[in-house]
């Protein structure tokens, strides 16, 4: 029967909850509504769920209201704190969530949150994924998002199609919290990544360079990056809005450190990352993106 139940699943359209609306996830709430599905909002600020309202999306007041109506629901939030608060808290998502519904967090959050999670919507009769996201603004709104999934292989499965209209690189980890553990080993390599994308750049301009000029000689070789190619040319033209911001990278960062503390593992490179970006956001940058870390060197 269950079987059955989730081929018929992969094949109709569904009521899908989304919370958080920011850089990407509106982005990635647009493309479930593109794909045919019905399409719930919450976010604490209304009105950046306005376009999405304006296309056909129903809102609602709350976590709990969304859950009541939704057979999916999807975050993607700030902080832990914001995920625990949506699915743990009073009123929360896990507690009105119908039985049989799947829960999928895709937020950068905490491992051990993320098997909290699942165990406490294991024991209602729900299924809970934890699934971050790693491609920024433009694999949000090119719907080429990697996908880092733990959680049950049966739910993975059954939920692959509402991926795959988010994303193109969707993995199964392995169990509860993998996918958390995935994005901060993702999120390791970007944090060192990024200090020699912006100390490369500074280095080029400083010895009288046209950075655009190296970044074509660069980017194809030894050096090459995904951040180097997409954040190379925003740092260059003076762009330094968020494709991902400052705050949140910091907060990743956090998580990271924690975990590998847990694990005993000591991570110079991440540590030497973190208190860079920390002087960044204390220099007033903590709304902008991650390129920022540029203005350090450049100034």
């Not at 809102?59 to 109506?69: G, I, N, T, V, Y």
């Not at 950068?108 to 996201?133: F, N």
């Not at 968020?242 to 110079?268: N, Q, R, T, W």
Request: aromatic share 6%.
């Amino acid at each position: 029967m269950a079987s059955h139940c989730d081929e018929r699943r992969r094949n109709r359209n569904m009521n899908i909850g989304f919370i958080g609306t920011g850089v990407m996830g509106k982005s990635m709430a647009g493309h479930l509504m593109a794909a045919g599905h019905r399409l719930f909002v919450y976010t604490r600020t209304k009105a950046k769920a306005a376009e999405l309202l304006e296309r056909g999306a129903d809102w609602r007041d709350s976590p709990a209201e969304l859950a009541e109506d939704c057979e999916v629901v999807i975050s993607i939030v700030g902080y832990p704190s914001d995920v625990e608060a949506i699915y743990l808290g009073d009123g929360g998502i896990v507690e009105h969530a119908n039985p049989g519904a799947y829960l999928i967090d895709m937020t950068t959050s905490s491992p051990s949150l993320a098997r909290r999670i699942h165990a406490a919507a294991a024991a209602r009769g729900v299924h809970a994924l934890d699934a971050p996201v790693s491609g920024g603004d433009v694999g949000a709104r090119e719907a080429r998002l990697s996908i880092m999934v733990g959680g049950d292989r049966a739910a993975f499965e059954a939920m692959r199609p509402i991926f795959a209209a988010m994303g193109k690189n969707i993995v199964l980890q392995g169990g509860p919290g993998a996918g958390q553990h995935t994005k901060m080993s993702n999120q390791i390599a970007i944090a060192s990544g990024m200090m020699g994308v912006c100390e490369s750049l500074a280095y080029a301009k400083k010895a009288g360079l046209d950075p655009s000029v190296v970044l074509q000689s660069i980017e194809s070789g030894a050096a090459g990056s995904w951040s180097l190619s997409n954040l190379g040319p925003r740092i260059i033209a003076g762009n330094f809005e968020p494709g991902f911001y400052v705050k949140h990278f910091i907060k990743d960062m956090k998580i990271a450190l924690d975990s590998a503390d847990e694990m005993g593992l000591e991570l110079p490179g991440l540590a030497l990352a973190r208190t860079l970006y920390e002087r960044l956001s204390d220099a007033g940058f903590a709304e902008k993106g991650t390129q920022a870390l540029y203005k350090l060197f450049e100034d």
